[in-house]
């Protein structure tokens, strides 16, 4: 019987719990295990010895062998020590990993967030059934074997799939889609699959489950016990997340219900550098709090610098004959003036010497969030309504600076409310304004993204929020519009001493708002 899970996937939901009951027979999981190993040249106490003594088998091992020992020493390893450790981006453990663009590419993902707890893939290719031993058994297994080594050849050697050569070869493999290649990588580097589920996506964004039949089925679910010792999720979705049917499929809706969390972005042909893909890509800078990606990701003048802390690794001059209408002159002088190194090859450049990184991680430090306060919010208000507050000046002068004793302290108990936001729409402040005050606060319209952790439905909603544009005399940088924010905002009345600063709002009128602002005591 169909599984159905209504809630939005948190931390002890689908993609992360470790409690949800095994749906497939051990017996199949077994098999599973032991074809994905046999596949992966590797073997296997429980595999009939009618395969692995037969020549195709052996042929196969061998070949297998030398591919992975020297894709191993050539990329995973260096990759893993790289992504841990103090040259690299040692991202926090925990989270949901955005993988766009991934087909089967499961080890990359791993390799690049060794201490996640999920992994959230997607692509064209088909997701296919489950590998079963019975296939290795007849007439077919040396072709079948040499079916696998065709499609990984290039993946192995270039670290990446091409999709248009995945969606011809998969489908007509013996073992056919990705579920057969993520089985095979996980078997070739040392772990155990412990369950697999098909799963239907509904327009709404709600998953169920479908056991072991693929009949139907939008994505697939492995939860793999890793080497380790601790469980882990992967997630592969077949769809399309071009603009218009990323909506439709239900799947926008899916990932705005995910918790924001680190993104990997590698040899994805450039597609969010044009406007079709811009869904997608503003997905990822909202729901985001690291991106890895190469330089065919999301364009550089997407990151807003006062929100992202920009890192660099590897070379990068110009993009492969293929994509060199996607050169980006302000990304070749960020590398050229401060790239670190990266001791492995991935993307189009795949030679290690060649290649290229941008970490890209959301900050705290920026000149705005080092003022009293950052960014505000203005959300559409519920029950009470209140109108926009007026300086104060009776009870603090507005061209007086704030005292180290008179920071924002809140005056009643706020729950910090979780929410992306596109700029829209933004106020000015002049320059004899600059001159008379001290502190002052814009009014700015955006765009509600997603709510996290709320079953309610506000996207596409505008909304008003103020923001620190001076700050003791002094101008802060402010966001380009379109730009994309994740905040954590209490209501604006929770600070009193706030109050008294002057909020410039030249945007049109509209009826009474509920102001908010970014909380004081729990950065987002």
């Known amino acids: 019987m169909p599984r159905h899970f209504h809630q939005p996937l948190l931390t002890a939901t689908l993609l992360v719990a470790t409690t949800i009951a095994c749906t497939a027979d051990s017996r199949i999981i077994a098999d599973i295990n032991t074809t994905a190993m046999l596949l992966a040249g590797k073997e296997s106490p429980k595999a009939s010895t009618r395969i692995t003594k037969s020549h195709a088998w052996q042929e196969h091992r061998e070949a297998m062998q030398k591919a992975w020992a020297k894709y191993k020493a050539s990329t995973l390893d260096p990759m893993l020590s790289w992504s841990s450790g103090k040259n ?9 990993v955005r993988y766009a663009f991934s087909g089967p590419d499961v080890l990359h993902v791993m390799r690049m967030f060794p201490r996640a707890d999920s992994y959230m893939l997607c692509g064209l290719e088909p997701i296919g059934t489950l590998p079963r031993s019975t296939s290795l058994r007849g007439k077919l297994a040396e072709s079948a074997l040499a079916e696998i080594r065709k499609i990984l050849e290039e993946s192995i050697r270039y670290s990446f799939f091409r999709t248009s050569d995945m969606q011809k070869e998969l489908p007509a493999a013996t073992y056919a889609g990705t579920l057969p290649i993520m089985c095979l990588f996980l078997a070739a580097d040392g772990h155990k699959i412990k369950d697999v589920e098909f799963i239907s996506l509904g327009k709404d964004g709600k998953l169920t489950g479908l056991g072991t039949s693929h009949k139907g089925a939008a994505a697939v679910r492995i939860d793999v016990h890793c080497r380790d010792g601790r469980t882990r999720h992967i997630l592969y979705f077949q769809t399309n ?45 909202a729901s985001s709090n690291a991106i890895i990606q190469d330089d065919s990701g999301i364009p550089l003048r997407f990151f807003d610098r006062s929100l992202w802390n920009l890192t660099p690794y590897g070379n990068h001059e110009t993009p492969t004959d293929l994509f060199k209408r996607y050169h980006q002159d302000d990304l070749v002088k960020i590398f050229r003036s401060k790239a670190k190194p990266l001791p492995f090859g991935t993307g189009y450049r795949w030679r290690k010497g060649q290649s290229n990184l941008l970490l890209a991680i959301r900050g705290s430090k920026s000149p705005v969030r080092r003022a009293i306060t950052t960014i505000g919010r203005i959300l559409p208000g519920k029950g009470n309504r209140s109108t926009r507050p007026k300086p104060i000046a009776e009870k603090k002068p507005v061209n007086q600076p704030l005292k180290p004793s008179e920071t924002p302290r809140p005056a009643i ?7 992306t936001l ?103």
């Open 88 to 96: 690299g981006p040692d991202l926090p453990p925990g989270g949901v």
């Open 241 to 285: 997340i071009a603009n218009g049917a990323l909506k439709r499929s239900g799947f926008l809706t899916y990932l705005e219900s995910l918790p924001p969390g680190p993104s990997y972005v590698k040899a994805s042909s450039y597609l969010m550098h044009e406007p079709y893909f811009s869904q997608i890509r503003d997905h990822l800078l």
């Open 413 to 419: 108990a706020a729950t910090p409310l979780s929410i």
């Open 422 to 524: 596109k700029l829209v729409t933004t106020s000015n402040l002049n320059n004899d304004q600059v001159t008379d005050l001290q502190n002052a606060f814009i009014v700015n319209e955006y765009e509600i993204l997603a709510v996290h952790g709320q079953q309610q439905h506000s996207h596409g909603k505008r909304i008003r929020i103020v923001k620190t544009c001076l700050f003791h005399g002094r101008r802060l940088p402010q966001s380009p519009l379109g730009s994309i924010i994740s905040l954590r905002v209490v209501p604006l009345s929770t600070y009193p001493n706030l109050m008294s600063w002057h909020i410039e709002d030249d945007l049109p009128k509209k009826k009474a708002v509920k102001l908010y602002i970014a909380s004081q005591t729990e950065a987002p």
